[in-house]
T-cell receptor
Framework: AQSVTQLDSHVSVSEGTPVLLRCNYSSSYSPSLFWYVQHPNKGLQLLLKYTSAATLVKGINGFEAEFKKSETSFHLTKPSAHMSDAAEYFCVVSLRNDYKLSFGAGTTVTVRA | DSGVTQTPKHLITATGQRVTLRCSPRSGDLSVYWYQQSLDQGLQFLIQYYNGEERAKGNILERFSAQQFPDLHSELNLSSLELGDSALYFC?????????????FGPGTRLLVL
């Protein structure tokens, strides 16, 4: 079985400061891990994907995530938040033998001016 | 823009009614997935089709059904609607429908059952 836990339901940061969104996963096999973002009244957009090629994954809009197998974590970071980063972020896991994506509960990011 | 299209964008209907949601996958993608997003359940996988055949089922109610047509577009049919079916329904597509593959999501259909 696979599951994803997003450790924070809500994160609030000031514009220009770093953002950290925490995600832990549990999986019996090597998973594929994703971060998706959902802006208000919009669909889900892929930020980045980990597939075991490199533990540090760079995504769009300055985001990156680090896969740590020993900690079963896949935290998402951005060095400097922008107002446009205000959205909901989902950590997602998928296995080679399972067709579906399993979503975390989501983290809502608020950016203060 | 992911290349996945969904219609309609919004749907308002009454309990007991039936609705059909439509999805067109990205050009070249053979697999289509349906997900439901609700406040209490979060994002849940409903069903997957690959090249016209059902491949996997998730938490899909018996009142719900789907199909994928020869042109690869898909429809999700929801019948005997209940208030609790109000949610955002997403369609996603991927090239081969295999595990670990990136899925690209459409903008969603927001269903409100009154």
């Amino acid at each position: 079985a696979q599951s994803v836990t997003q450790l924070d339901s809500h994160v609030s940061v000031s514009e220009g400061t770093p953002v950290l969104l925490r995600c832990n996963y549990s999986s019996s096999y090597s998973p594929s891990l994703f971060w998706y973002v959902q802006h208000p009244n919009k669909g889900l957009q892929l930020l980045l994907k980990y597939t075991s090629a490199a533990t540090l994954v760079k995504g769009i809009n300055g985001f990156e995530a680090e896969f740590k197998k020993s900690e079963t974590s896949f935290h998402l970071t951005k060095p400097s938040a922008h107002m446009s980063d205000a959205a909901e972020y989902f950590c997602v896991v998928s296995l080679r033998n399972d067709y579906k994506l399993s979503f975390g509960a989501g983290t809502t990011v608020t950016v203060r001016a | 823009d992911s290349g996945v299209t969904q219609t309609p964008k919004h749907l308002i209907t009454a309990t007991g009614q039936r609705v059909t949601l439509r999805c067109s996958p990205r050009s070249g993608d053979l697999s289509v997935y349906w997900y439901q997003q609700s406040l209490d359940q979060g994002l849940q996988f409903l069903i997957q089709y690959y090249n016209g055949e059902e491949r996997a089922k998730g938490n899909i109610l018996e009142r719900f059904s789907a199909q994928q047509f020869p042109d690869l577009h898909s429809e999700l049919n929801l019948s005997s609607l209940e208030l609790g079916d109000s949610a955002l329904y997403f369609c996603a597509s991927s090239l081969l429908g295999t595990g670990g593959e990136t899925q690209y999501f459409g903008p969603g259909t927001r269903l409100l059952v009154l």
